[in-house]
C-alpha cells in the first residue's frame, strides 16, 4: 500500500479507490504531493476521479482495447523498456509453428473447439526441444525479430488497436488516449515507475482475466514489475479475502495454491508433475515437497510414504464446482446441506432470485454471521415470498442460525490485499451463544469424529485420520495460534523436532517435517507469532518489515530482483529496491530479496539440477519455469495466451475487431430464469439499450451484512439509487429523486432517481451509450435497518471461463420511470420484455441461458467438458495436450 | 453553593475568563467539563485490524466489563497511519449494534417462524445432517470407474472476512470429509 507513495504515475482503472479503500488512497494523495501523476479510467466520475488530474470515461468491459491501444502506441514507437523486456520476459522466446492468432483466425486462437467451446492449449506451446522447454530454455531469439517471437507476435496481436479503434470501442477521445499513453511512456524506464491499480471493476467481467493480464503485459513491457512504485495492485475488499484464496475455502485449489486432484489424477507423483516439474526452474519444481507437507499436516502419522502421504484420501474434481455450479446443483435438489460463514448469497450473489430458489430446495442450512441477514431469513420475508412464488409453510428446508463471534471477540489473522498477515488480539468474550468459527468448525468436526468412531468404512477413514487436536482455551475454544502454527509448519524429527520451520525451504520430501500452507512458512519462525510484531510505523523505515509479516518470507514486493538490471545494479538511485552486493557476495536492499540470495547475477543456472539452482542469475521471475515473466502466456489461461477484446454477450455494440462477438469460451447456465439479451448477435437486443454497472460506497460493505445492521451507516446511506446522466434521465422521463425501475432480462429491481453530469453518455461510433450505476449493497427482507432492492438480481450467471467469477460490471438494461409492481406483476412485467426481446427458448436458443449457447456445457451433462484449470498458472508448457477433465456442472 | 454576583453574569464571566469569544471553556457546563472519553474509563485496549475490507487497517479496541466500548485506528499501523473509514469507525457498532443475534434459532421444515435451540443441540444435529448428507450423496467413481472419493451433498460459501485460521480449518474438515463445493466471496 505504502508503496503506492513511490509511484511517478499511478493508474486507477476498475476501482474507485478513494470510495471502496478511502484510507489506502491516503497513500495515492502522498504520491501526488511527490509530484505524481494520477489517471482515472471508470465508467463513472466518482471520488477517486475528483482526485485524479484527469478522468477518462470508459465504455464498460472495453478495458483491453484502452490498454491494447498503449501496447500498441508503446510498440510502435520503441518507447518500450527494451534492456529490461530482453532481460526478464518471455518477448525472445519463440512459439510453436501450431500457433495461430486471434488476428489470423477472427478471434478465435489455434485449437479451439466448437462443440465443447474449449481450447486445446498445447498448440500455444514453446518452440524447442521438449527437454529445453521443461527446463525453461526454450528457442530464443534475442534480437527480437523471429516472426514466431513473443514480440513479433504481440506487435501483431496489437496492431489494429489503433487510437482510431479505441474511440470507435472504449468511446474515449485520440486526445484522452494520448494523454494516458504519453503520461505512461513518460513515467517509466530506468527513472520513473508507473503502478497500475484495479478492483472488481476489472475482475467481474467475462474476461476479466484477460483484462488484469492486459496490464500485467504493458508493466512487462514498461519494466514495471518487481520494482517500488510499479506493479499491478489488486485492491480486495475483504479482511481476509487474500487470506482465504491463499488458504483457500475455494474449490479448486489447496492451501499454498496447490491445486486439487482431478479425476483421473490417482498417481502422486503425476499430479505434482503437473504443477512443476523436478527439472523446470524456480520454486514450483519442488511441489511435491510442498504437497506432502500439507498432507503430513493434514494426516500426521496416519500420512506415509508407503500410502503417498494420505494423497489418496482426497477427493476428486471432474469439473468446475464453482459457487453457481452448486447454485444450479441445489436447483436440481443435488445438494442436501449449505454452511454460510459470514456470506449474504441471497444479496451478494448474482441472479439473487435463483439463489434464493436454490436454497429453497435444500434440506437444511447453517448460517453463521452477526445478524438476521437475508440469507438467513429468505423463507419468511424474501422477495419471492413477496411474489407469491414461494410459501413458508411449503418450503422444506431446516435453518440453523448461529451467531457469529466478530473480531473483536476472537484472536486470529486477517492477510490483507498485498499478503501481509496481521494478527488481532481478542478483547472481549463472544456473547451469550455467539462462539468463533474456529470453535464452530472444531467442534463440528470432533462430534463427527466421535460419532464415526467404530466405524469400519473405509470412506470415514480420511476423517478418522485426520490430526484434529488442538490445544483447547478456558472456554473450550481451540487456540488459534496453535493453528497458525500449524499452517506455518514444524520439524516432526532430528535435533530441531517440535520447532516450527523458519522457511519453506526447510521442508522435506522425507516426511520429517509439516506445514498446512507453504507460502506461509516463517510466520510463526522462531516460535514467535511474527503476523503479530507491532513495531511503529514511524519507527521503521518506508517498508515496516517489522509490522505483520508478509508471505512469503515476510517479502513486500514480489520478484524485486527485477528491480535491479541485469549485473545486479539498481536500475537508477532514485527506485533503488534491492542489488548484488559484490563485496558480501549477496543480494540485499530494502526488502527481502526475491532471488537466491548468493546466486550471482552472472550466474548462467544450473539446468541439470533444476529448482531455484536452475535459475540464472538474470532469471528475476523465480516462479515461472523459465523464470522469466510471461507476455505471451502459453499454460494457464483457457481463454488465449494473449488478451483479445471480445463484447459481452449483451452488448449492442458489433465487436469492431471480429465477427467472434463475445469470449468464446464463456461460461453460461442453462436455465428460463438465467438469459440474456441477445445483445447485437440477435434481433431484440434493442429491448434492453442501456449499460448497467453495480459499484460499492464507503458506507456500505458487500451484501450490507456488516452494514446495513448498523444505526450510522444506515443512516448515512440508507436507499438504494441508480445513477444516471440528465441525458438519460431526459430520455427515459425520469425525475430527480423519483423512482426508476431497471429491468433486465433476469428480473425489475427500483432505485431512487440520482441525476448527475458524473455520468457521461459516451459516443461509440454511431451510438450514443449511456451507462447506468448500481450500488448493490441493499436487500430485500424485514430485519436490517435499511433494505432495498438488490442490483445482483438482474445480473445473470454469466462466468469468466478462467475464474469463473460472474460478469457484474457489463450487462444490459432498460429503465422506466416509477417503482416496480408488487406481487406476481413483477415476474409478469420481466416477462413482458423477454417475451419484446424473443427470449423464448424455442425462438432463441442461441441466447446466453438458452439451450444452445455457448458455454453452457454439453446437454449430456455426464460428458467431460474439457477444461485446463487456471491452477498451473506456471506449470511448464509442452507441446503435449494439457487438457484436464472438467465441466461446468 | 457560593452566592453570585454580578461578575458571574455569563457575558462578564466569558469576557474576564481565558475564552472570550464563547467557544471554549466559558459556555462548558459542569457535566462536560466532568465527561472523560470512553478510551480513559477502558478497562482496556487490545490491538486488532479493521474487519471490512482488505486495506488492513490498525484498530485499538477499547473494553469495559467484558464489553467493546470504543474502537479507534491505531496510529502505529504503516498501512493506515491511525486512519480509518466510516465503516472502520463505525465497528464499535458491529459489535454492540440492538440487532446483533447472540441465541441460537431454529426454523423446521415448513415452519413460518423461528424456533428457540440449546447451541449444543443444534451442532449434534447438525454433525447428524452432515454425516446423513454426506453418504447419500456420496461417489466412489465416476462413469469409467475411477476414483472420487467424494460428496456432493454438502457445500459451504463464506470465509472473506473470517479468519485464516478458521479457513484452514474448514478447508482441512470439509476436504477430509469429501465436500468439493467449499467456496468463498473470493469466487464473487
Keep these: ?889 | 453553593m457560593a452566592r453570585l454576583t454580578f461578575l458571574d453574569w455569563p457575558v462578564l464571566r466569558q469576557l474576564r475568563g481565558a475564552d472570550p469569544t464563547g467557544r471554549g471553556s466559558a459556555v462548558t457546563s459542569a457535566t462536560t467539563r466532568e465527561t472523560v472519553p470512553r478510551t480513559v474509563t477502558a478497562d482496556g485496549v487490545v490491538d486488532s485490524i479493521c474487519p471490512y475490507c482488505a486495506v488492513g487497517c490498525g484498530q485499538r479496541v477499547f473494553h469495559k466489563d467484558g464489553r467493546v466500548v470504543q474502537i479507534e485506528g491505531n496510529p502505529d499501523s504503516p498501512v493506515s497511519r491511525g486512519r480509518l473509514c466510516p465503516k472502520g469507525a463505525a465497528s464499535q457498532q458491529l459489535a454492540n449494534s440492538y440487532l446483533r443475534q447472540t441465541t441460537v434459532r431454529y426454523r423446521p421444515p415448513y415452519a413460518t417462524r423461528w424456533e428457540d435451540l440449546e447451541l449444543d443441540v443444534a451442532m449434534d444435529m447438525i454433525a447428524d445432517r452432515f454425516i446423513e448428507a454426506r453418504r447419500a450423496h456420496w461417489q466412489d467413481e465416476d462413469e469409467q470407474g475411477r476414483p472420487l472419493q467424494r460428496t456432493m451433498g454438502i457445500a459451504s460459501l463464506g470465509g472473506a472476512t473470517i479468519d485464516n485460521e478458521e479457513n484452514y480449518l474448514i478447508k482441512k474438515f470439509f476436504t477430509a470429509a469429501g465436500a468439493i463445493q467449499i467456496e468463498n466471496q473470493a469466487r464473487i
Design chain 1, 1 to 889: 500500500m505504502q508503496d503506492f507513495a513511490n509511484a511517478d504515475l499511478i493508474v486507477i482503472e476498475g476501482s474507485n479507490m478513494a470510495e471502496a479503500h478511502p484510507v489506502a488512497f491516503q497513500w495515492v494523495i502522498e504520491a501526488k504531493k511527490r509530484g505524481a501523476r494520477v489517471i482515472h479510467v471508470d465508467p463513472r466520475f466518482t471520488r477517486t476521479s475528483a482526485n485524479a488530474d484527469r478522468h477518462i470515461p470508459i465504455r464498460a468491459g472495453t478495458d483491453i482495447v484502452l490498454l491494447g491501444g498503449v501496447i500498441r502506441h508503446v510498440l510502435d514507437n520503441e518507447l518500450f523498456f527494451k534492456e529490461y523486456v530482453q532481460a526478464y520476459t518471455n518477448a525472445s522466446t519463440i512459439i510453436s509453428e501450431q500457433y495461430a492468432d486471434a488476428e489470423d483466425l477472427d478471434g478465435l486462437f489455434s485449437g479451439y473447439d466448437q462443440e465443447t467451446s474449449t481450447y486445446d492449449n498445447s498448440r500455444w506451446a514453446y518452440a524447442g526441444d521438449p527437454d529445453d522447454i521443461a527446463r525453461g530454455l526454450p528457442e530464443r531469439d534475442e534480437t527480437l525479430q523471429h516472426p514466431r517471437s513473443v514480440f513479433q507476435i504481440l506487435k501483431r496481436h496489437y496492431a489494429r488497436y489503433t487510437p482510431q479503434m479505441v474511440q470507435d470501442t472504449c468511446g474515449i477521445s485520440p486526445e484522452d488516449f494520448a494523454y494516458l499513453a504519453t503520461a505512461i511512456a513518460e513515467n517509466s524506464g530506468r527513472e520513473r515507475t508507473t503502478s497500475f491499480a484495479y478492483a472488481l471493476g476489472w475482475t467481474q467481467h467475462q474476461g476479466g482475466a484477460q483484462m488484469i493480464r492486459t496490464a500485467g503485459v504493458l508493466q512487462l513491457l514498461m519494466g514495471n514489475m518487481g520494482r517500488p512504485g510499479g506493479g499491478v495492485m489488486a485492491l480486495r475488499g475483504h479482511a481476509t479475502i487474500q487470506g482465504s484464496t491463499d488458504i483457500p475455502t475455494l474449490y479448486h485449489i489447496l492451501p499454498g495454491y496447490l491445486p486439487m486432484p482431478k479425476v483421473g489424477q490417482d498417481d502422486f507423483a503425476e499430479f505434482t508433475r503437473a504443477i512443476g516439474k523436478k527439472e523446470q526452474k524456480g520454486f514450483w519444481a519442488n511441489a511435491d515437497i510442498y504437497a506432502i507437507n500439507l498432507l503430513k499436516a493434514w494426516w500426521g502419522e496416519n500420512a506415509t510414504a508407503e500410502n503417498d502421504w494420505g494423497y489418496h484420501h482426497l477427493p476428486k474434481l471432474t469439473g468446475a464446482h464453482g459457487t453457481y455450479q452448486t447454485t444450479m446443483r441445489m436447483l436440481e435438489g443435488g445438494v442436501d446441506g449449505y454452511f454460510l460463514f459470514g456470506q449474504n448469497p441471497a444479496v451478494g450473489s448474482a441472479n439473487g432470485r435463483l439463489q434464493r430458489l436454490a436454497m429453497s430446495k435444500l434440506k437444511w442450512m447453517v448460517v453463521r454471521d452477526f445478524y438476521m441477514i437475508e440469507s438467513a431469513t429468505w423463507w419468511r420475508d424474501g422477495p419471492e415470498i413477496e411474489s407469491g412464488e414461494l410459501t413458508s409453510e411449503e418450503i422444506a428446508t431446516e435453518m440453523f442460525y448461529l451467531p457469529a463471534a466478530n473480531h473483536t471477540e476472537k484472536a486470529g489473522s486477517f492477510t490483507q490485499t498485498q499478503r501481509m498477515v496481521q494478527w488481532r488480539d481478542q478483547a472481549v468474550e463472544p456473547p451469550g451463544d455467539a462462539r468463533s468459527d474456529l470453535e464452530f468448525m472444531y467442534e463440528l468436526g470432533r462430534r463427527i469424529r466421535e460419532k464415526l468412531q467404530d466405524s469400519t468404512d473405509p470412506r470415514d477413514r480420511p476423517i478418522l485420520d485426520l490430526t484434529w487436536d488442538y490445544p483447547l482455551g478456558e472456554h473450550g475454544e481451540p487456540e488459534a495460534e496453535a493453528v497458525l502454527a500449524e499452517i506455518n509448519g514444524r520439524h516432526l524429527s532430528g535435533e530441531r523436532a517440535g520447532q516450527p520451520l523458519s522457511s519453506f525451504g526447510e521442508m522435506r520430501a522425507d516426511g520429517s517435517t509439516d506445514g498446512g500452507c507453504w507460502i506461509y512458512a516463517g510466520v510463526f519462525a522462531d516460535g514467535v507469532n511474527q503476523a503479530r510484531r507491532r513495531t511503529p510505523g514511524q519507527e521503521q523505515d518506508e517498508t515496516a518489515a517489522d509490522w505483520g509479516w508478509a508471505w512469503p518470507a515476510n517479502r513486500r514486493i514480489l520478484y524485486n530482483r527485477a528491480s535491479a538490471d541485469p549485473q545486479g545494479r539498481p536500475w537508477s538511485e532514485r527506485k533503488k529496491l534491492v542489488w548484488w552486493d559484490e563485496e558480501a557476495g549477496s543480494w540485499t536492499g530494502h526488502d527481502v530479496p526475491d532471488f537466491p540470495l548468493t546466486k550471482r547475477p552472472d550466474d548462467p543456472g544450473d539446468p541439470s539440477q533444476g529448482g531455484a539452482a536452475a535459475l540464472a542469475g538474470t532469471d528475476a521471475f523465480t516462479m515461472q519455469s523459465d523464470g522469466r515473466g510471461w507476455l505471451f502466456t502459453p499454460t494457464g489461461l483457457v481463454d488465449g495466451p494473449l488478451p483479445t477484446h471480445y463484447e459481452s454477450p449483451e452488448s449492442n455494440i458489433p465487436n469492431p475487431l471480429y465477427s467472434q462477438q463475445s469470449n468464446p469460451t464463456r461460461v453460461t447456465f442453462r436455465d428460463e430464469n438465467n438469459l440474456s439479451s441477445p445483445g447485437a448477435s440477435g434481433r431484440g437486443g434493442e429491448v434492453y439499450p442501456y449499460i448497467f454497472t453495480t459499484y460499492r460506497i464507503t458506507e456500505h460493505h458487500t451484501a450490507g451484512g456488516m452494514s446495513r445492521f448498523l444505526p450510522y451507516l444506515s443512516e448515512l446511506q440508507p436507499e438504494m439509487y441508480c445513477e444516471v446522466s440528465p441525458e438519460l434521465a431526459e430520455e427515459v422521463g425520469l425525475e430527480p429523486y423519483g423512482w426508476a425501475t431497471i429491468i433486465s432480462a433476469r428480473s425489475a429491481i427500483e432505485a431512487k432517481v440520482l441525476v448527475t453530469e458524473r455520468m457521461k453518455p459516451l459516443q461509440v461510433g454511431e451510438r450514443t451509450v449511456h451507462q447506468i450505476g448500481l450500488p448493490f449493497h441493499w436487500g430485500r427482507g424485514t430485519e436490517a435497518i435499511v433494505q432495498g432492492d438488490g442490483a445482483n438480481d438482474l445480473i445473470g450467471m454469466n462466468l469468466d471461463a478462467n475464474t469463473q467469477i460472474q460478469n457484474s460490471k457489463n450487462n444490459s438494461c432498460t429503465l422506466i420511470p416509477g417503482r416496480r409492481p408488487r406481487g406476481p406483476e413483477r415476474n409478469e412485467l420481466v416477462e413482458a420484455y423477454r417475451r419484446r426481446a424473443g427470449l423464448i427458448d424455442a425462438e432463441h436458443p442461441a441466447v446466453d441461458g438458452a439451450a444452445g449457447a455457448p458455454g453452457a456445457g454439453p446437454a449430456d451433462s455426464e460428458t467431460p467438458h474439457h477444461v485446463r484449470g487456471p491452477e498451473e498458472a506456471s506449470a511448464a508448457p509442452t507441446g503435449e495436450a494439457s487438457m484436464k477433465e472438467m465441466r461446468n456442472r
